[in-house]
């Protein structure tokens, strides 16, 4: 069918960790979690010492204390980790064109063909690993094989500090022993389905008739989770998933009843999913709100822009809009905020001509992008 592939997905250790310990090099070594550190806060990410007594991502920082109180705790730095995310990305750059950067210290690599030009596909990560040791100060591991979906399982397998090459004939072999939540897009309900046919293994879920899966999984993932199963995934490294969103929310420590507050925190919110967007180099059609009031009830609101966009305005207006809306449904304090932005696409190729807004609000942004870079996100403000 079509020409065999080499994909890479490189991934920064301990990502934030391994920021904070270049900034203070007595850090190396010891437990370090990065989070919340409020009585609501959570995990950003733990060192290698500290996931050892069972501490790790997204969990609630209370556990973590309990399981790891010897650990060094700390805040974490937004603009720092984003500027070591630009420094590694920039050496991605230098190998090849077709860099997709998923998160802030994680992206996949089309290298295909890149043999005659920088030798062989284990030889390369190693270059990309030598130069952001040396020019970053973190270890990034790399996963290689044939399509993204086999480069991000290798990649797992790398970690921490290492390379793992999936050959293309060893494709099968390598996926067929994994327990099936090892595949990304089966989460624990998938899972748990999964084990009532007796499927563990991906091997299993490939060889199991499309049947019983269909039933268990719903129609639509059935087949297609099959074929991954067996490592079979085309999706180019430029194409992003179409159900993609990017969003940011806060969990205040103390509940904000003033509508106020809550505009100024949905407005810095908006200028964090707007960089992150300009980033991606993708627009948006679909802008939400997140609200949790104290009781915990969680509404969520959606519009869709007129155009989409790219714009800190756009973004931060629509979500006012919705702020005020869910307002007169339902006043009184909140306990969380969140802004997103779905419906992500390329930017239209020709905007309109009779409305520049969107055009202007997008390059103002992005200048915003590069002072904030400078001078800190909290140093720069759009009038309002
Ligand atoms: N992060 C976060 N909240 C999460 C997960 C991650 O804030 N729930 C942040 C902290 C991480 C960074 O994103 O340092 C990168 O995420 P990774 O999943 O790549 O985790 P790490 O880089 O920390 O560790 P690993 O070595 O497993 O990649
Ligand atoms: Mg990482």
């Given at each position: 069918?079509?020409?065999?592939?080499t994909?890479f997905?490189?991934?920064l250790?301990?990502?934030?960790?391994?920021?904070?310990?270049?900034?203070?090099?007595?850090?190396?070594?010891?437990?370090?979690?990065?989070?919340?550190?409020?009585?609501?806060?959570?995990?950003?990410?733990?060192?290698?010492?500290?996931?050892?007594?069972?501490?790790?991502?997204?969990?609630?920082?209370?556990?973590?204390?309990?399981?790891?109180?010897?650990?060094?705790?700390?805040?974490?730095?937004?603009?720092?980790?984003?500027?070591?995310?630009?420094?590694?990305?920039?050496?991605l750059?230098?190998?090849?064109?077709?860099?997709?950067?998923?998160?802030?210290?994680?992206?996949?690599?089309?290298?295909?063909?890149?043999?005659?030009?920088?030798?062989?596909?284990?030889?390369?990560?190693?270059?990309?690993?030598?130069r952001?040791?040396?020019?970053?100060?973190?270890?990034?591991?790399?996963?290689?094989?044939?399509?993204?979906?086999?480069?991000?399982?290798?990649?797992?397998?790398?970690?921490?500090?290492?390379?793992?090459?999936?050959?293309?004939?060893?494709?099968?072999?390598f996926?067929?022993?994994?327990?099936?939540?090892?595949?990304?897009?089966?989460?624990p309900?998938?899972?748990?389905?999964?084990?009532?046919?007796?499927?563990?293994?991906l091997?299993?879920?490939?060889?199991?008739?499309?049947?019983?899966?269909?039933?268990?999984?719903?129609?639509?993932?059935?087949?297609?989770?099959?074929?991954?199963?067996?490592?079979?995934?085309?999706?180019?490294?430029?194409?992003?998933?179409?159900?993609?969103?990017?969003?940011?929310?806060?969990?205040?420590?103390?509940?904000?009843?003033?509508v106020?507050?809550?505009?100024?925190?949905?407005?810095?919110?908006s200028?964090?999913?707007?960089?992150?967007?300009?980033?991606?180099?993708?627009?948006?059609?679909?802008?939400?709100?997140?609200?949790?009031?104290?009781?915990?009830?969680?509404?969520?609101r959606?519009?869709?822009?007129?155009?989409a966009?790219?714009?800190?305005?756009?973004?931060?207006?629509?979500?006012?809009?919705?702020?005020?809306?869910?307002?007169?449904?339902?006043?009184?304090?909140?306990?969380?905020?969140?802004?997103?932005?779905?419906?992500?696409?390329?930017?239209?190729?020709?905007?309109?001509?009779?409305?520049?807004?969107?055009?202007?609000?997008?390059?103002?942004?992005?200048?915003?992008?590069?002072?904030?870079?400078?001078f800190?996100?909290?140093a720069?403000?759009?009038g309002?």
């Amino acid at each position: 069918m079509s020409e065999q592939r080499t994909v890479f997905h490189a991934d920064l250790d301990a990502f934030y960790v391994a920021v904070e310990r270049v900034l203070d090099p007595s850090l190396i070594g010891k437990p370090v979690i990065v989070g919340g550190l409020g009585n609501r806060g959570v995990v950003a990410t733990a060192s290698y010492e500290a996931r050892k007594f069972g501490v790790h991502s997204a969990q609630p920082m209370a556990i973590a204390r309990r399981r790891c109180p010897q650990a060094v705790y700390l805040r974490g730095n937004r603009e720092k980790y984003s500027e070591f995310s630009k420094r590694f990305f920039k050496i991605l750059d230098d190998f090849t064109p077709v860099v997709a950067g998923v998160s802030i210290d994680e992206a996949y690599l089309d290298m295909t063909g890149s043999d005659r030009l920088f030798g062989p596909p284990k030889v390369v990560a190693e270059e990309i690993r030598r130069r952001t040791w040396e020019e970053v100060g973190i270890t990034v591991s790399i996963g290689i094989g044939p399509s993204k979906l086999v480069a991000k399982m290798a990649s797992e397998e790398a970690k921490p500090d290492g390379v793992f090459e999936v050959l293309p004939e060893e494709v099968e072999a390598f996926m067929a022993p994994k327990p099936v939540r090892a595949l990304p897009g089966i989460g624990p309900k998938s899972a748990e389905a999964l084990a009532t046919l007796n499927i563990e293994t991906l091997g299993q879920l490939a060889a199991h008739p499309v049947g019983p899966i269909r039933r268990a999984l719903g129609p639509n993932s059935a087949g297609w989770l099959q074929l991954r199963a067996r490592g079979v995934d085309n999706a180019p490294v430029r194409e992003r998933a179409k159900s993609k969103s990017i969003s940011a929310e806060t969990t205040f420590s103390e509940n904000v009843d003033s509508v106020d507050e809550m505009s100024n925190v949905l407005r810095r919110l908006s200028e964090r999913v707007g960089s992150r967007l300009r980033r991606s180099g993708m627009h948006a059609r679909n802008v939400g709100l997140k609200l949790r009031y104290p009781d915990f009830t969680t509404v969520t609101r959606q519009t869709t822009l007129h155009q989409a966009s790219d714009g800190d305005d756009a973004i931060a207006g629509s979500v006012q809009m919705l702020l005020k809306k869910a307002m007169r449904e339902r006043a009184g304090s909140v306990r969380l905020l969140g802004v997103s932005v779905s419906g992500l696409g390329e930017p239209a190729a020709q905007l309109s001509l009779l409305d520049d807004t969107p055009q202007k609000d997008s390059a103002i942004s992005n200048a915003m992008d590069k002072a904030r870079e400078r001078f800190g996100e909290s140093a720069v403000k759009r009038g309002g």
